[in-house]
């Protein structure tokens, strides 16, 4: 009776409990149960349960061998406990989660010292796989968990902080740096071309399609990362990139638990780039006025103020970063109510001045058992953030543009603004306003109700509430206006949104060995997104900055907008276990969304997986001692993708946008509205791999997957003689393959020592496998500098799509080759006079042709660009595939070493054979404006006269020659290592700690972007790229600390 | 088992109710299609969004389409060489037609709904106003084609809106004479519906027609048609050339004037600057072109020609800055910013006319009605007027004409229309080029193959529909 009674209990429970808290939770209400009954003969024994380092372990249980459970009870908040036992005596087991078990021999009442060693690897432990649990050692599909204590490590501000590098799979890219930012999350590469549709799903305590921006690292208990369809299907749509769990922490039934942290950062530039100086810039200058055609070099005055400094920018628009981070929680519990509470408030003063974000998020978590069959939970979170977004564009990246001899501060120590039409940084960064503030708060609620044994139905229903508001304004200072002209706008924007959920869970057990799981639901949910801005010029004061100020509100950019979206979805699924030794599991989702055509709202999306645990069959018997555990996972899902507009599937007529004459006019956009539109397809299939040896010490799980997209929707050019430009399709494909590897080990364990290693590898293949039309170009498909991309059918996204450039010819001369476009060598003789030419060494005496540029013949000091057509003109038949931005291979290897009371963590990573296009160099050094100064290499390097051999094209040709087209030479190899995260953390030993009244204390040193080895010359290799069809193209970015920072963490 | 049931039933049913309805999302700040045309002011939204249309065209590239591979313009340091060395490939600037088209299917899209808003909406409107807006309609679509087919020749022919997805949106190029004849069919139908009491300088009026109809003649060397056409013009009574004085409001003020036809109307406010400003003169950008040195010299050294000192601006060193669609300013010339420029482009006038009048009597060999509108022109330029002995022939005649016509409409993308329909773009252009080929040591062929008279078509454009070829060379 007390079996199947704990049985119920776990169910109970177990659907909202952490993995690591639901063996304890299932003791405690069996506890609580046991303790109520009573014994004839018994005596009071006493003792602690402590770890290796003395630490006292709260919520372990205690209970006496052979008493079937009945007889049994918790360690206190000091790790202390006392019970009845036979007087006979007898063994005590003692087990914590976490912990390896042992059984004491009791012998009369002293008090007894019991210490617990830490589990390594534990099978046992629970995955959250979607509206249930599972063990570990049951799951089918390819799921990665990533623990508190691994966050820990990390003293992480962000979600992309506290899971770089955890999983493989998982591509996180960090874009710590500015105030505020976070990065990009990938689970198994992209499969579509919207950067949405390549998000991965967010499911937070339960809340499908949550908000990641505003989680506390430090409030989540666990993540659970879903890679394969067959896991992810459940959540049907959206669910194609994979699905990310996250279930936050949760009181104890115990005293009340505050801990204190808090972390002072010290961030530092981590990565400066040297400048033209004064004298490069008048090398410079002299270099452009000694040009036929050339500009004036110009503003080298050596007599006006305003061109003789010699301005170090990086120095003057950088400061040390200063970050402070402080956390309170509180948690605890009683026989009916646990709860957990929690602030935390970041103060991040960023590299560049007045660059600023300051955040608070509070969460309360409370579940409340009102009844043996009902239990009600609530989940509250609410978030602030506030900020100044500094403009990088006319900041950092002006800082490498404008001359370094143009003055910062006139005569009398004020600042500049504009001069000779570059802005001075310092005045951008001091005077330009772009606060945000941006509110949101989520209230879940949910009643489970436990209808007879084995059934159980959950209803929940959770409200979002977002709200962001931004006030821009560009005083006079600033302004290029003539007159001078200050503008500005207000903007709010409001999400409200809800969603609901229903389901049953059924389990049972039959005749023993034959274990069903099933899981039936409905789900729906409605978003309403509505913004205003408001926009003003002739502003009468610039410290009030609320539209009356303005004298002249702009229409063009005042205005109002709405939006909504909703989804409905069915679900269910049929698990099947037979010993623990066959698992099966099945899905069945049909989703429906507003955003489809009427006739195709409906999608369906199943999956089954399988998996054999083949250590349970008797031929592996042999191997026992050895693999502990071992289970070959097989798997086929489908998931979907609707991330497209909200009204994409309608023929709209808009209006506010199409003036005329002083009427509004009104008129279908450029976009065709397209009634058939459904559903995007995405299958997977995974075989993988789980292998546990040496019980636990060390772990392996491999998979391979191939993941196919149908069904791409796809925004496809219309011919634009419709007078449409294009119409969102379902059509083409895309197909990603790839393989992941991970280790987890312990590779020592002493009594004092301990090293703990994660390991992972991951490879990517993505390619489109069918595209109407075969091929199009991303991004710059014209004569400019900037980055373009083909996307071709069999090709990789982030092709990067333009010239090659072999070079620059030395003598006007040296553009002639032979009738198949090889290469001339021009003969001189000793007075420089040109004799003819010969090839390989040999006098040629053919046909000489040369290589033209729209009309233009290239010249001595012109880049030799590839001629790819084998034609005299270099034209867009000349581009080729110039590199591709995404890496071969990423990986992470997380250490983490405890001695005593020390214990060190560090985190290395990579990514590897991606490259990236430079095109912030590239904007310094395409001559085209008159004040943008080259960087140093091109104004020592430049082509001067007949005969130079380099690589820099003259600088006068900014634009006859095609010189400054995209191309190859700022392809740069974006390959990476870095050591990101150290965290040294001293933990006070439990005795003295205990004297100073708390329950414990450690102190840590933390460190992140220590060191970097990359050949990458600009700012930092990784930064995330916005839209998937253009990648890797580093514009200039706000540029990445680096930080070291003093923690001190009190646990009362 | 019994609870099972019931249970999933439950969550079964929930899932089932409403749930199409729920899912039935409709657009908040925009209507649905059969929610349009159905009033009055539903047609003035709608002939609104075609001149709208216009301003897409016109805001960013007449100055490539009509002078910038002339002699009038030269490139400065942030231009491009592909304009003024015809040197244009399937990814310069100017290369798309999508805004013409994006006109002709708004006007398509009015042609078929006007009707039908008395029809089912409005059964009292009065048909002369409802007919009154289908002739605007008529008359946008036909000029739209008019561009189309100069620029480019042949060219899909879509006389309908496209409305259904199933329908096949790739079609084929119809020839530049049926492409023409349409024109001049659709003209002819709007003038019919037009009302020449009801208008204004910035819509298609009744004189508007007539311009372009007398246009359209010429360029198919039709003198007898476009002097009709003139002739009705004129008969209207609400044109006359506008004084010396008040040239300058032909282009900032046109409204003000009796010399305007038509011009395109711009409010930044609403409508964002037009951007054609940045290449021509804003106050905070270079511009992409610089004055042709001929005309430099000219303007400079004929102080007396009041069109000079309006139309360029004489202290900017570089030579890129073209005043003459800004108000003059005291002392030192001040250019709007790019994005809060208007720039009132004056698609006809009636000096365009005279001109044009004065070509049909050189060409109906009648040198005195030729001399009498030329000096029209000239002489309100504030110079005196030619003597019929200054023009012994024919082609003197021909010549001093367009060369008045390049100075009085230089910079509205009449020049390279002129030279084309006159077959002088290789005569002309061919000494200007070589020496620019010179300037860039590159071999001295001048203009080349003529077949680069029509432009190439934009890369994207015929990647988006399979059945558009490439004109040749290109």
């Not at chain 1, 691994?150 to 105030?179: F, H, K």
């Not at chain 1, 198994?188 to 967010?202: E, I």
């Not at chain 1, 990789?796 to 799509?801: A, I, K, M, S, T």
């Not at chain 2, 390049?406 to 002088?424: H, I, N, P, Q, S």
Request: hydrophobic content about 35%.
């Amino acid at each position: 009776m007390q079996k199947i009674n704990l049985k119920r209990q776990n169910s109970l429970w177990s659907h909202f409990k952490e993995k690591k808290q639901v063996r304890q939770l299932v003791m405690m209400a069996c506890m609580l149960l046991a303790v109520t009954i009573s014994y004839g003969q018994s005596i009071q024994v006493h003792g602690t349960v402590q770890d290796e380092t003395g630490v006292a372990i709260v919520g372990a249980s205690v209970i006496v061998s052979g008493s079937g459970g009945k007889t049994g009870t918790l360690t206190d908040s000091t790790g202390a406990f006392s019970l009845q036992i036979p007087e006979k005596g007898g063994s005590l087991e003692v087990s914590a989660v976490g912990y390896e078990k042992v059984i004491i021999k009791t012998m009369g009442t002293q008090s007894i010292p019991i210490v617990l060693k830490a589990a390594a690897g534990s099978l046992d432990e629970i995955v959250v796989i979607g509206y249930s649990t599972q063990k570990k050692r049951d799951v089918t599909g390819a799921i990665t968990s990533v623990t508190a204590k691994q966050i820990e490590e990390r003293q992480a501000v962000t979600l992309e902080d506290a899971l770089q590098g955890q999983a493989a799979g998982l591509m996180v890219i960090n874009n710590a740096g500015e105030p505020g930012e976070s990065g990009s999350i990938q689970i198994r590469g992209g499969s579509t071309f919207s950067s949405a549709g390549n998000a991965p799903l967010y499911v937070i305590d339960g809340v499908v399609g949550a908000s990641a921006d505003n989680i506390n690292p430090s409030d989540i208990e666990s993540v659970d990362v879903l890679k394969d369809a067959a896991s992810g299907a459940i959540y049907g749509s959206r669910a194609a990139n994979g699905v990310i769990i996250i279930t936050t922490k949760m009181g104890m039934l115990n005293k009340p638990q505050v801990n204190l942290n808090y972390l002072h950062n010290f961030g530092y530039l981590a990565h400066k780039l040297r400048q033209a100086n004064a004298t490069e810039v008048r090398l410079y200058r002299n270099e452009q006025k000694s040009n036929l055609n050339g500009t004036a070099g110009g503003s080298t005055d050596s007599l006006n103020p305003g061109f003789n400094a010699d301005n170090d920018y990086q120095d003057a628009l950088t400061r040390l970063a200063n970050k402070d981070q402080y956390d309170i929680s509180l948690s605890g519990g009683s026989k009916n109510i646990k709860y957990y509470n929690s602030v935390r408030y970041v103060d991040d003063k960023g590299l560049i001045l007045n660059s600023w974000a300051k955040l608070l998020q509070i969460r309360t978590n409370i579940d409340f058992q009102a009844s043996k069959k009902i239990k009600f939970s609530t989940r509250f979170s609410f978030g602030y953030r506030d900020r100044n977004n500094i403009n990088e564009g006319n900041t950092i990246n002006q800082t490498f543009q404008r001359p370094t001899n143009f003055a910062l501060y006139l005569p009398d120590g004020s600042l500049t603004g504009y001069v000779s039409g570059r802005r001075n940084p310092l005045s951008v960064a001091l005077y330009e306003v772009n606060l945000n503030d941006r509110y949101s708060a989520t209230l879940f609620q949910q009643m489970e109700y436990n209808i007879v044994r084995g059934l159980k139905f959950t209803t929940n229903i959770t409200a979002d509430y977002d709200e962001g508001r931004t006030v821009k304004f560009s005083p006079k200072i600033l302004s290029s206006n003539n007159p001078l002209k200050n503008s500005g706008s207000e903007a709010w924007s409001r999400s409200i949104g809800w969603q609901y959920q229903a389901y049953l869970n059924y389990n049972k057990t039959i005749a023993k060995d034959h274990s069903f799981t099933g899981l039936l639901g409905f789900s729906a949910e409605k978003t309403q997104r509505n913004n205003s801005i408001i926009s003003g010029t002739d502003y009468v004061n610039e410290h009030i900055l609320t539209l009356n100020s303005a004298g002249t509100i702009v229409p063009a950019k005042t205005n109002t907008g709405a939006s909504g979206n909703s989804l409905a979805s069915i679900f269910g699924r049929i698990g099947y276990s037979y010993l623990g030794k066959y698992n099966f599991n099945g899905t069945v989702r049909r989703d429906g969304s507003s955003r489809f055509g009427k006739q195709n709202i409906w999608g369906n999306f199943y999956s089954g997986a399988v998996a054999w645990r083949f250590t349970s069959e008797h031929f592996m018997d042999w191997a026992k001692n050895i693999l502990t555990d071992g289970k070959l996972r097989l798997s086929y899902g489908q998931t979907g993708n609707e991330s497209i507009g909200n009204y994409d599937a309608i023929q709209r007529y808009g209006f506010g946008s199409y003036f005329y004459n002083g009427v509004s006019g009104i008129a279908t956009g450029s976009s065709f509205g397209n009634p058939t539109l459904s559903w995007e397809n995405n299958t997977q299939k995974n075989i993988g791999i789980d292998l546990t040896f040496l019980k636990g010490r060390l772990g392996i799980t491999s998979d391979y997957y191939i993941k196919t997209t149908t069904d791409l929707l796809y925004n496809q050019p219309l011919p634009v003689e419709t007078g449409f430009n294009s119409v969102r399709v379902n059509l083409g494909s895309f197909e990603t393959k790839g393989f992941e590897f991970s280790l987890n080990a312990t590779p020592v364990q002493t009594k004092d020592f301990r090293w703990d290693l994660i390991a992972n590898l991951s490879v990517e293949r993505g390619r489109v496998k069918q595209l109407p039309g075969g091929s199009f170009i991303s991004g710059n498909s014209g004569s400019g500098g900037g980055a373009g991309w083909l996307i071709r059918e069999g090709g990789r996204l982030g092709d990067f799509y333009g010239w090659k450039a072999l070079g620059v010819y030395a003598y006007d001369e040296s553009n002639a080759y032979d009738d198949n476009w090889n290469r001339l060598d021009p003969v001189f003789d000793g007075s420089g006079v040109f004799q003819g030419y010969t090839q390989n060494g040999k006098p040629y005496n053919g046909d000489v042709h040369s290589l033209y540029n729209t009309g233009v013949k290239l010249r001595g000091g012109d880049i030799i660009f590839d001629n790819v057509a084998k034609d005299s003109v270099i034209d867009d038949n000349d581009r080729q595939v110039l590199g591709n931005a995404q890496p071969s291979f990423y990986g992470a290897i997380i250490n983490t070493l405890s001695y005593k009371g020390f214990s060190l963590s560090f985190t290395f990573n990579t990514t590897w054979g991606n490259d990236l296009y430079n095109n912030a160099a590239q904007a310094l050094n395409n001559y085209r404006t008159t004040h943008i100064i080259p960087q140093p290499y091109v104004i020592y390097n430049a082509w001067r006269r007949p005969g130079d051999i380099t690589d820099v094209p003259e600088v006068s040709r900014k634009n006859t020659s095609g010189n400054m087209r995209m191309n190859s030479r700022y392809i740069e190899d974006g390959s990476f290592i870095r050591l990101s995260y150290v965290r040294l953390t001293y933990k006070l030993p439990a005795a003295i700690a205990r004297t100073i009244f708390t329950r414990d204390l450690s102190v840590y040193v933390y460190g992140s972007n220590l060191i970097t080895w990359t050949n990458y010359s600009w700012f930092d290799p990784e930064f995330t790229s916005n839209d998937p069809l253009q990648l890797g193209q580093d514009n200039g970015r706000y540029p990445r600390r680096r930080e070291v920072g003093l923690g001190l963490n009190i646990h009362f | 088992m019994k609870q099972l049931f019931f249970a999933s039933m439950a969550i079964l049913l929930m899932g089932a109710m409403g749930c199409n309805k729920f899912l039935n999302e409709q657009p908040q700040t925009e209507i649905g299609e059969t929610e349009f045309w159905r009033s009055e002011a539903d047609i003035q939204s709608g002939m609104a969004a075609i001149y709208d249309g216009f301003q897409d065209c016109f805001g960013n590239d007449y100055v490539l389409w009509g002078d910038a591979r002339t002699d009038e313009v030269w490139r400065n340091q942030y231009g491009v060489d592909d304009h003024v060395l015809n040197a244009l490939s399937a990814t310069s600037s100017g290369t798309s037609w999508a805004n013409f088209y994006e006109v002709i299917n708004r006007a398509n899209v009015a042609i078929k709904n006007i009707p039908l808003v008395k029809a089912k909406y409005v059964p009292g409107m009065d048909q002369a106003v409802l007919n009154h807006y289908l002739s605007q309609a008529y008359g946008a679509r036909a000029f739209a084609y008019y561009w189309i087919v100069r620029l480019w020749g042949a060219a899909p022919l879509w006389t309908a809106p496209y409305e259904n997805i199933n329908e096949d949106p790739d079609r084929p190029r119809t020839e530049a004479a049926v492409i023409l004849d349409t024109v001049y069919a659709d003209l002819q139908k709007a003038v019919a519906l037009s009302d020449p009491k009801s208008g204004n300088v910035f819509e298609i009026t009744t004189g508007a027609l007539y311009a372009m109809l007398m246009d359209v003649s010429m360029w198919k060397k039709d003198y007898g048609s476009a002097l009709q056409s003139f002739d009705k013009l004129m008969a209207l009574n609400k044109y006359s050339i506008e004084p010396t004085a008040t040239w300058k409001n032909l282009f900032i003020d046109p409204r003000s004037t009796k010399g305007a036809i038509w011009s395109l109307d711009w409010d930044w406010t609403v409508d964002g600057g037009a951007s054609i400003s940045a290449l021509i003169g804003a106050g905070d950008t270079n511009s992409d072109f610089a004055v042709e040195d001929s005309v430099w010299n000219y303007f400079t050294q004929h102080p007396m020609d009041i069109r000079g000192a309006q139309t360029i601006d004489f202290d900017v060193t570089n030579h890129d800055k073209f005043n003459k669609f800004y108000p003059k300013s005291v002392g030192k010339q001040v250019y709007p910013n790019h994005k809060e420029a208007n720039v009132l482009f004056p698609l006809y006038r009636l000096a365009d006319l005279f001109l044009l009048r004065a070509e049909i009597a050189n060409q109906q060999n009648d040198p005195a009605t030729a001399l009498q509108y030329l000096n029209i022109i000239h002489e309100r330029a504030g110079l005196t007027a030619y003597f019929a002995t200054d023009f012994p022939s024919k082609a003197t005649m021909e010549n001093a004409i367009l060369e008045e016509r390049k100075l009085e409409l230089y910079m509205e993308a009449k020049r390279w229309f002129d030279l084309v329909r006159t077959g002088k773009v290789v005569e002309v252009m061919d000494p200007v080029l070589k020496a620019r080929q010179a300037l860039r040591m590159s071999p001295e062929i001048g203009f080349g193959d003529k077949r680069k008279i029509l432009w190439p078509i934009n890369r994207n454009v015929l990647n988006a529909n399979i059945k558009l070829e490439q004109n040749p060379p290109y």
